[in-house]
């Protein structure tokens, strides 16, 4: 366990910060052109990769108990990449469609965009993912900023209204069901989680005595704000921008659904009959300790206890051993490229699946409801 005071101490924030490296890279795909368009997703992707190859697991935990005052540092992470991100995406589209159209051909904008989208995906949402979970309404309001730049703002309400509430069973969409591919998935997500978290607020203001119509429905905020980015998009960059725009936003949400994929593929809750279903617990989301790939991701791959906790700052988030969560073999950026290879994924992970079913629920002979999402709607 590291005592808050250690926790507190710049060195051990500073790895959070390697994110904003991505942010030279970007700039000189778009001012140099040619190979370096790719150098985004290679970064990402590999270069983090290698990184956990050679730096290994990162198993040690953080005294949760940790004051706010302490955490400055990590804080400090996700306030300053809001504003970065807005002046990078803006600047990029600015500068490709203007003094940069000259230089970079059709197809090495298109690959560019294709990296910022990545960023905008890997990095942008995930930041925004640790942002409305906090009770400031000037971090929830950032992580807003950042979901419109995407155009996925219903994310939060899905997130905190749905995803978190029936994780683990039918009613959640993001829980990948055993067997089903992510070419399937996704565009199941897309159209059901959209659904489901409008009805998740009309359902909260319907019990207030209100119509989904009323101002209180966050829904025409997140429609004022992705309207304001196609707007500004226009202004910008023209017909040209808006496209890139969509191409970045298209992308980023694909990498923020293949992380929902994988956080929780084929783990599902014990239906304890009548629709009521077992707590959740560190063993409903998979867990990956490999340290590069925490650095870029805020901890978000110590999914276990976020969902156990889900209150608790990423520096705080504990890890947990094969004993009470199930391990993924590599940390997200492999294991979202193996999901895009549908034979290559089963054979990953569903024998792992069947050792997490023998291991916690060995009175569960029969798996067929759950492998369908086809048990009761949780009450």
């Known amino acids: 366990m590291i005592p808050p005071d250690q926790v507190a101490r710049l060195r051990r924030a500073l790895p959070f910060w390697m994110s904003f490296l991505l942010v030279p890279v970007a700039v000189l795909g778009a001012l140099k052109g040619g190979w370096t368009v790719i150098l985004l997703p290679v970064v990402t992707w590999f270069f983090f990769s290698l990184l956990d190859a050679f730096l290994g697991l990162c198993t040690e935990n953080a005294d949760p108990g940790t004051s706010e005052a302490r955490l400055t540092w990590y804080r400090a992470v996700t306030l300053v990449w809001a504003p970065v991100q807005f002046a990078l995406l803006w600047w990029m589209i600015w500068y490709v469609t203007g003094p940069g159209d000259a230089h970079l051909s059709a197809l090495e904008t298109i690959v560019l965009f294709f990296g910022v989208g990545v960023v905008t995906g890997t990095v942008g949402i995930n930041y925004s993912h640790e942002l409305m979970h906090q009770k400031d309404r000037g971090e929830r309001f950032l992580g ?14 899905e997130h905190l209204l749905v995803h978190h509430r029936y994780v683990g069973t039918p009613r959640d969409p993001v829980t990948a069901r055993l067997g089903e591919g992510f070419h399937r998935f996704f565009p199941r997500v897309l159209r059901q989680c959209w659904h489901s978290a409008f009805r998740a607020e009309a359902d909260r203001l319907a019990r207030k005595g209100r119509a989904w119509t009323d101002a209180r429905n966050p829904f025409w905020r997140y429609w004022a704000m992705q309207g304001f980015m196609i707007l500004l998009a226009v202004l910008i960059g023209g017909w040209e921008g808006l496209l890139l725009f969509l191409w970045q936003a298209l992308v980023a949400v694909w990498q923020l659904e293949l992380v929902n994929y994988i956080e929780h593929y084929g783990l599902t809750r014990k239906h304890l009959g ?9 063993r409903h989301s998979w867990n990956a300790a490999h340290k590069a790939s925490n650095w870029l991701l805020i901890n978000l791959q110590r999914h276990s206890d976020h969902h156990y906790k889900p209150d608790r700052r990423f520096p705080l988030l504990q890890n947990y051993g094969a004993d009470e969560a199930p391990q993924l073999p590599y940390g997200y950026p492999i294991m979202t490229m193996a999901a895009m290879v549908p034979r290559l ?8 699946v069947r050792r997490w079913r023998q291991m916690y629920y060995p009175e569960i002979t029969d798996w067929r409801a759950y492998n369908r999402a086809a048990n009761p709607m949780p009450r």
Do not use: C, T
């Not at 807003?144 to 309400?157: E, G, I, K, N, P």
């Open 144 to 157: 807003d900023v950042l979901l419109a730049m995407v155009l996925y703002s219903h994310f939060r309400s």
């Open 274 to 282: 009548g629709g009521k279903y077992e707590h959740v617990q560190p």
């Open 345 to 352: 994924w089963r054979r990953i992970m569903n024998p792992r």
